[in-house]
């Protein structure tokens, strides 16, 4: 039982690049979501998955795209990378229920020149 | 909308000392509150919860949180704290209500515990 695996760990882009962050689960989650971390910021949402199908805006959605693979699986999509973009990115599920516990990846380090 | 505010950026103690992280939250409706831990180049990890019931929250490690619906607060605290204590710790909330349980951060507070 992993738990929630992300690859790539650390990725090193040019502006304009594209990449996809991979994200999956084996804990049978229903929810997915993808944050950024920025030093002094904490966490912020970018995008969220309630359910197998659904994707949803979170609090910061601009530049980035997401698909819902299957139960499993969440990416999320840099189309044009920007120096903007250099962050921390986690990815998390949630079990549905009486604990409503989000468990988290180790996080994929990007940097963007 | 919620929003979580950690009243301390940094905390720096001396190891054994007791600590309290402080956390002020505020939002319309009844809430879900959390503290998460993050160790250096590590992902989060849940030290606890609150979602309904007794006001007083045991965790992980020796820590544990009350909650203060009053004075809107859910603070960590640890009698006696360890050298490995040292990380960076996360207040969250969520709407009980909502279908998709989003969690609103606070920006952190890093627990720095010398010798």
């Known amino acids: 039982n992993a738990g929630v695996t992300q690859t790539p760990k650390f990725q090193v882009l040019k502006t304009g690049q594209s990449m996809t962050l991979q994200c999956a689960q084996d804990?049978?989650?229903?929810?997915m979501y993808w944050y950024r971390q920025d030093p002094g910021m904490g966490l912020r949402l970018i995008y969220y998955?309630?359910?197998?199908?659904?994707?949803d805006k979170g609090e910061v959605p601009n530049g980035y795209n997401v698909s819902r693979l299957n139960k499993r699986e969440f990416s999320l999509r840099l189309e044009s990378a920007a120096p903007s973009q250099t962050s921390v990115y986690f990815c998390?599920?949630?079990?549905?229920?009486?604990?409503?516990?989000?468990?988290f990846g180790p996080g994929t380090r990007l940097t963007v020149l | 909308a919620q929003s979580v505010t950690q009243l301390d950026s940094q905390v720096p103690v001396f190891e054994e000392a007791p600590v309290e992280l402080r956390c002020n939250y505020s939002?319309?409706?009844?809430?879900?509150l959390f503290w998460y831990v993050q160790y250096p180049n590590q992902g989060l990890q849940l030290l606890l919860k609150?979602?309904?019931?007794?006001?007083l929250v045991k965790g992980i490690n020796g820590f544990e949180a009350e909650f203060n619906k009053s004075q809107t607060s859910f603070h960590l605290r640890k009698p006696s704290v360890h050298i490995s204590d040292t990380a960076e710790y996360f207040c969250?909330?969520?709407?009980?209500?909502?279908?998709?349980?989003?969690?609103?951060f606070g920006k952190g507070t890093l627990l720095t515990v010398n010798p």
């Open positions: 998390a599920s949630r079990v549905q229920g009486s604990t409503d516990t989000q468990y």
């Open positions: 804990m049978n989650h229903n929810s």
């Open positions: 998955s309630a359910s197998e199908g659904t994707t």
């Open positions: 939002s319309s409706v009844s809430v879900y």
């Open positions: 609150y979602l309904s019931g007794s006001t």
């Open positions: 969250a909330v969520s709407d009980s209500g909502g279908s998709n349980y989003k969690l609103t």
